[in-house]
Every structure is written in C-alpha cells, then in structure tokens.
C-alpha cells in the first residue's frame, strides 16, 4: 500500500471546518483514500473513502486532487467530540485488504 | 445492531503467562481482523480470517503469537509466554467483505493487555 503523510497534530476551533491534509504521491491507480478516526480509548471509526472524485457524507467531505497525490478531509463544523487521530490510509479496493495505520494527526477541537 | 464486542476489556499478567482474547464480530461478517496498538505507537496489523479461507498469519510478530476463528464467528488470539513488550491494545475487526463493497472494518472497543 502506498505511504502516506499527515501533519503530526492541529487544533481547530468549535464551530468552524477542520481541513485534514494528507500526501500520497505513490498512490497507484486502484489505490484509494480511506479516513478513520480513533477517538480516545476507543477503536478506530472509519469516516469516509473516494477514489477520484470528491465525496461526501454526513460525517465529513473529502477531496482529492486531480492527480491523486493529495487529499484534504473536511469537517464542516467541528465540535469537541471530533477531537480524535485521524489516519490517512491507501488501501487496494476489495476484499481481504488489511488497514496500515501511519501516525494519523491529532486534532483538537477547542471551545 | 450490536457492534463488536471484546473481552476481557482489560487484562494483566504476570511475564511468562498464557492469555486468550477473545472477539466477537458483528453477525454476518465474513472477515475478521486482529491489530494491536502499543504505547504511543500507531496500529499493527497481527492477523486476518475470510470464510473458510488459510488466515493471513503475515503480521504475528512471533510463534508465540496464534489465532483461531471457531465457526466462522468468534475469534480468539492466544499469546503465550508473554513478555512485558506485549503490553498493549489489542483491536478486532470485522467487516462484510464482498468485492462490490467498500469493506469499511468495524472496530471493537479493544482489550488492554498489561505484562508485569
């Protein structure tokens, strides 16, 4: 699976959009860009996927350049119990394809 | 529905006892999934279960280290002899793996295993 980079940690205030970066310059074609979060003592939550084109959800929008080698995970308004480490991960679409966790980036959401 | 569930939550040891987790994935689930995360450490995967497919071993760190899925259901990971570097939390997941999904995994609460 491709590497990805993420900034170590960023605070965000409550109430506004929280813009996750993330760098996957060797994603391969049939790569795509998966988020998870894992909330303090608690297991990983899976947020959102894409291939090419932007998606969203009710939890988050995710962007992706054009030539795949970036993404930006968007949280419209954030509130503190989106404080969390949110991982990047590049993962092969189908079955049997295990999650590799890099260090992710710890977001707090402050009042 | 339920979500996965795992026990004990938490659990210590003495060095060089055996211990047994245990997971239970969400009903239907064909996939199983063993991780751990270590202090201040990112998630390892250590193991993976699909039907009645040979389980992906790749990631067990050691012999000491091994996993059953009885049924096709419930799952345990059995580490013995363990050692203080084994301290960590360890994560089941389970997911409904068919190739028209997108295989999000569910995640379990964890178990934290404590080697004195």
């Known amino acids: 699976d491709a590497k990805t980079t993420q900034p170590t940690s960023m605070d965000c205030a409550e109430g506004r959009a929280a813009n996750l970066p993330c760098n996957h310059s060797?994603?391969?074609?049939?790569?795509?860009v998966y988020w998870y979060r894992q909330i303090h003592s608690q297991g990983p939550q899976y947020i959102i996927h894409?291939?090419?084109n932007n998606e969203t959800n009710e939890m988050a929008s995710l962007i992706i350049t054009e030539d795949r080698k970036s993404s930006t995970l968007i949280l419209p308004h954030a509130t503190l119990r989106d404080t969390a480490v949110y991982y990047c991960?590049?993962?092969?679409?189908?079955?049997?394809?295990?999650?590799?966790f890099g260090g992710g980036t710890r977001v707090l959401v402050k009042p | 529905g339920a979500g996965v569930s795992q026990s004990p939550s938490n659990k210590v040891t003495e060095k060089g006892k055996d211990v047994e987790l245990r997971c239970d994935p969400i009903?239907?689930?064909?996939?199983l999934y063993w991780y751990r995360q270590s202090l201040g450490q990112g998630l390892e995967f250590l193991i993976y279960?699909?039907?009645?497919?040979?389980?992906?071993k790749s990631g067990l760190p050691s012999d000491r280290f091994s996993a059953e899925r009885t049924g096709g259901s419930v799952s345990t990971l059995t580490i013995q002899r363990t050692q203080q570097e084994d301290s960590a939390v360890y994560l089941c997941?389970?997911?409904?793996?068919?190739?028209?999904?997108?295989?999000?995994?569910?995640f379990g609460p964890g178990t934290r295993l404590t080697v004195l």
């Open positions: 997941a389970s997911s409904l793996e068919e190739l028209s999904s997108y295989n999000e995994q569910f």
């Open positions: 060797t994603i391969s074609g049939n790569e795509y």
């Open positions: 894409g291939l090419k």
């Open positions: 991960i590049v993962r092969v679409y189908g079955a049997g394809n295990k999650l590799t």
């Open positions: 009903s239907g689930h064909t996939a």
């Open positions: 279960f699909q039907g009645n497919s040979a389980p992906d």
